[in-house]
Structure formats: structure tokens, C-alpha cells
């Protein structure tokens, strides 16, 4: 039996975005809450990311002069992106809470203000999509000023993976979640337990009434009074999940997620007797393969093509990472493309024009690339061809084929730089963003179109590209404020699930920068406000 002490409002399961998010927000209502954290530090996979949020119509939106109408049109642009009428109250949901969200957030000078960015939308050519997106970002917060409790947020995947010094500054995610750490503290509603697991919901009369956990190796039981949250990220890490639901690939070594986001919560929900949703789906990206053997996170390619195995070019290697993720999933799903791995051949020009692997051109390729064998190198093409192990005259046709395309600056085939996020990396744009889109350094063209330019002179390199993703997207079955579902479609009492523990609002796509984490967020809200009754 838990004793007096071991009883909250609400319980918590994990620390990333959603769990951050929505315990400041129960916390900040008064309700005693308790957020129970597997790992050692608080942030997740949200820690690793940009934070950028997809939330149309927030009030930084309208600060940077996007008109008070896009609201609207980026409902419409979400109905035809994630085109499922079944999701629609879940998207409605999704974008009333993120406005409401936001204004509550920014009432907390803790939280600062978020600023919006031009992140132009993923399908250019719905009805409703913008260039200048929707996305907005958290204030960064200088690492001072969170003191002590700076070293609990889970440091950024480059410093994680590769020992990269951390900045005095914590963006991004870091800053989302140290934010929400500070602010959550102030209320004086809530406690933080590092190194406590949820294994197990308790369910008395059919209603979750509390969890059972493992911390510091012993099982305790812990109690919630209005409700438990799930927000324990996807089952990215688990490589058996994966291959019971056919989320490819069916290993958790190519995932960009945290590593302690191994299932726990779906599988507790799923013993409550939740109903599940879109289990072989992911928040897929290619994956760039590092002198460490391991994808990373890869966009924005701007030379070379990529072809699979068979020598043959299969995507528009600048399209939105999602879509190009999922064309890689879905030629290793249907076995025509063989696309995992795949390579990346680009010439010295490239290479002298753009640099490699995060460094600029100037910075001489570390010699580890070579030796590790991630990136290969060889004096024509036919030597690579042979050296990646693939058809040498695919790979000369497909070379001959994008360098034909050089002159007229059509892609006949798939279409590379007509977007105005593929303008985003070559500075093509069509149509006008807002003035500040300005992320990257215009690159000299060729011919009309800087996207396309030609595979010259030698030598030649080689990179692989695996399919990687930034969680997985299936989950717990819920409605609109978050409740989880059983399969005759009755709420569990108590339940709720967020993020990556939760069914995707968005199905199978990735409609603009910042869904995955605005999902989390946005139904964190949902389900601290109906915990409330609000
Ligand atoms: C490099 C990179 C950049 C990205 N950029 C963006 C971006 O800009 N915008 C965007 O929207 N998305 C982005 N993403 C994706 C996004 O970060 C994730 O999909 C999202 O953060 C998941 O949020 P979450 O709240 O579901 O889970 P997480 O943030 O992963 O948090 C889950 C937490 O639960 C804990 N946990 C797991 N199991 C248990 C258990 N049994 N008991 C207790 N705790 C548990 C974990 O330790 C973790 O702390 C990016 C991802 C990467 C890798």
C-alpha cells in the first residue's frame, strides 16, 4: 500500500515536451503533481531536437506578420495533408490548443517568447501551404540562468554521440524543457523523480488510479488522484516492438530517438486495455551513416544524388526528410528499391562548394570518415560504383540522366528544387517567404535551377544513407482531450497519452516543421485541461 505521501494529483510518465509541458501546466492549476523520469536526465528526444513547433495562428505568428487569416488555411492545408476524416477532431484539437497553448506559456515570463521562423510547409502543393510556414521556437536561455539544474537536461545528440562541446547557451529543445523545468519548479505544486520507470498503470474499478514503478531498483507504487499522463516517447528503441509491428527497420540502432523510449508506457497502456493506432509508422528521415557505423538525422542535401542499391536514383534528395524517409521505407517494404542502404555520390566540386557532414568547406574531412569506411572515395565513377557495390551502368546512367538536367533545370523525374522548402537550401524560392528566410548561403548556379547541379571531374565519394527516424509515430488510441481509448471506443478513466505514446494526429505524414513536438504539447494541454475540467 502507498502511504499518504506516495499520492498525487497527477502522475506524469517521462520529461520530454509533453510530459515537461503538461506538468507545468497541472502544476501551474494547482494540482499536486509528480513527474516519474526512467533516465537520469530530463529532455528526451525533444532535447534533441530544434523545438520547432507547427502551431498556425499562435500569437508569435501574427507578431511576425503572418496574416490573422491563415489560421483557417492551415486547417484546410491539415485536413489535405493527413487526408483521413477519422483524425479530423484530433487535428482541430491540435491546432486550437497549440494557439492556447502558446498565449498561456508566454503569460510565464519563464517560457519568454517564442519567435517564428519561415520554415516553408511540407506539401508545396496542397491547398493552404505556405512558405512561410507555421513554425514557431522557444526562446534560447543562457545555461547560467538555470543554474544547478542545468546539468539534469539531457544534452543536445551531438554532444550525447560524438562529444561535441555544449554551448553556453541552451536552443531549442534543451531551452523548451529547461524552461519548463524552471517554471514548473516555481509553483511549488510538483516533484521530479530521475531514475523511476514506469513498468505497470494500476486500475481499480476500471479507472487508472496511480503506476507502478521501478526506482533505484525497487518497485514502489504511486498514486494520482485525477490522472496519469502518458508521455514516454514512441517504442523507437526497442528492436523487438519494431519487428511485432513492422515498424522498418527492424533494428532500434538506426533511430535518432532517446534511448530509454523502449515501449514501456504503450505496452502498460495496452494491459489497461487501450486500443492502438498506426504502430508500423515512424517520424521517418534519412539517415546519414557516421564514422561511428550509426545514422544521423539528414536534410538539406544540395549536390550529388543519392541511388540505391541497384545504381538507380528513387527521390528527390532535398524533399521534406519525412517524405524522403518514407520513400526509402517504402522501397524496402515493397522490395522493388532495395534503398537501405542507399549512397550518396557527389563530385570534389560539390564537396569544395558545400563541405561534408556538418563542417564547412574549408575543414579537411576528419581522417575517421575514410578509415570507418562511412565515406568512401574513389577517382571515377566506375571505381566507386564498384567499391559501394553497385551496377556500374545504373550508376553512369543515373549520373548521365541528372546531368541532363542541368541545362534546362527540370528534374523530369523527381521534380528536385521546385519546392519552397527545396528553395530553402539553394535560394530558388518561387514565391516569397517572409524577409528574414535566410538560413543558408546562396549557392552559385549552374544553370536555372541551383539544386541541379552537374556530377563533374573526380575523384568521386560515396556516403550511405540508412532509413533513420525521430521516433515512432503509432500509439495508444485517443480522443481529442487526450483520453485513451479502449476499443469499443470508452475512455479508460484517468488515462491520457501524449507525443510519441499516443496514436499520431497527423497519421502517416509530416505536414510542416514541428508536428511531432507541437503534438506533444498541444495534447499534453488537451489532457492537463480535461484532468482540470476545464
Ligand atoms: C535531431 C532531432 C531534431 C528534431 N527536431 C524536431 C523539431 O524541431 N520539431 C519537432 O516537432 N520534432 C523534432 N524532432 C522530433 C521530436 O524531438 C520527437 O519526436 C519528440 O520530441 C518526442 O516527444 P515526446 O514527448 O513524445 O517524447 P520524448 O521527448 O522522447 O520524451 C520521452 C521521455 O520519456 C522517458 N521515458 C521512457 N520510458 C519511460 C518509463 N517507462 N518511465 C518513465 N519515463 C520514461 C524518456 O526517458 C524520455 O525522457 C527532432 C528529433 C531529433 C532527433
Known sequence: MADKDETYDVIVVGSGGGGMIGAYAAAARGLRTLIIEKSDQIGGTTSYSGAGLWFPGTAPTKRAGVPETDFEVARGYLRAAVNDESRAELQDA????????????????????????????????????????????????????????????????????????????FVGGRALIARALLAFEETGNGEL???????????????????????????????????????????????????????LPGTADWSDGADANTGDALLAGIAAGADTDLLDEAWYVPGLVQPDGKPLFQTGVRGGIWVNSKGNRFVNEVRPYDQAGHAIRDGERDETGSHAPSYWVFDQKTLSRDGFGGKSPETPIADEWFTSGALKKADTLEELADVIGVPVDALLSSVKTFNEYVEGGVDEEYHRGESAWDGMFGFIVGYPALPEQNFVVPIEAEGPNPLITSIGEGPYYAATILLSDIGTKGGLKTDADARVLRADGSPIDGLYATGNTMAAMSGGVYPGAGTPIGSTLAFAYQAVKDIAGE
Do not use: C, M, W
Not at 204 to 230: I, K
Open 94 to 169: 491540435y491546432l486550437a490548443a497549440g494557439v492556447e497553448l502558446i498565449d498561456e506559456l508566454e503569460r510565464n515570463p519563464r517560457f519568454g517568447t517564442f519567435e517564428h521562423q519561415p520554415v516553408p510547409d511540407y506539401y508545396h502543393l496542397l491547398d493552404g501551404a505556405t512558405a512561410h510556414g507555421r513554425t514557431i521556437f522557444p526562446a534560447p536561455i543562457p545555461v547560467a540562468e538555470v543554474g544547478d539544474q542545468a546539468t539534469i537536461v539531457r544534452k543536445s545528440i551531438y554532444t550525447e554521440r560524438y562529444g561535441h562541446t555544449e554551448d553556453e547557451i
Open 193 to 247: 523523480r530521475l531514475g523511476t520507470a514506469l513498468s505497470d498503470l494500476v486500475l481499480e474499478n476500471g479507472r487508472v488510479v496511480g503506476v507502478d514503478a521501478v526506482s533505484g531498483g525497487e518497485q514502489v507504487r504511486l498514486r494520482a488522484t485525477r490522472g496519469v499522463l502518458l508521455a514516454a516517447g514512441g517504442f523507437e528503441r526497442n528492436a523487438e516492438l519494431r519487428q511485432k509491428y513492422g515498424t
